[in-house]
């Protein structure tokens, strides 16, 4: 098994940064696609980013030229580094890894907790 842990959020100002950082510890042969989803009160879960282990990144159209996703394969982590925060960013932030726990094994969707980011004045 495999888990998921993020940390990082917090209550920011409009236009201010926060950092969320996601690790992953158990049992792990490899990860392939590392991401980050969020979802805000009485909205659906949607895409943030998400990078493959090569380093291929993908955005949301809304968070593009804001948010950063980088991820350091031997640690197992992946993080968001978010600027230009809005009030629309506000949301439970979630960490997602396909992770392979053994060799020749199908990877696996493991998900966080998730963590809160709040922007508000």
């Known amino acids: 098994q495999a888990q998921l842990v993020e940390s990082g959020g917090g209550l920011v100002q409009p236009g201010g940064s926060l950092r969320l950082s996601c690790a992953a510890s158990?049992?792990?042969?490899?990860?392939?696609?590392m991401g980050w989803y969020r979802q805000a009160p009485g909205k659906q879960r949607e895409l943030v980013a998400t990078?493959?282990?090569?380093?291929?990144?993908k955005y949301a159209d809304s968070v593009k030229d804001r948010f950063t996703i980088s991820r350091h394969n031997a640690k197992y982590t992946v993080d968001l580094e978010m600027n230009t925060l809005k009030f629309e960013d506000t949301a439970v932030y979630y960490c997602?890894?396909?992770?392979?726990?053994?060799?020749?094994?199908?990877?696996?969707?493991?998900w966080g907790q998730g963590t809160q980011v709040t922007v508000s004045s």
């Open positions: 997602t890894a396909d992770v392979v726990l053994q060799l020749f094994d199908q990877p696996r969707e493991y």
């Open positions: 158990g049992t792990i042969y490899r990860i392939n696609d």
């Open positions: 990078i493959t282990a090569g380093g291929r990144m």
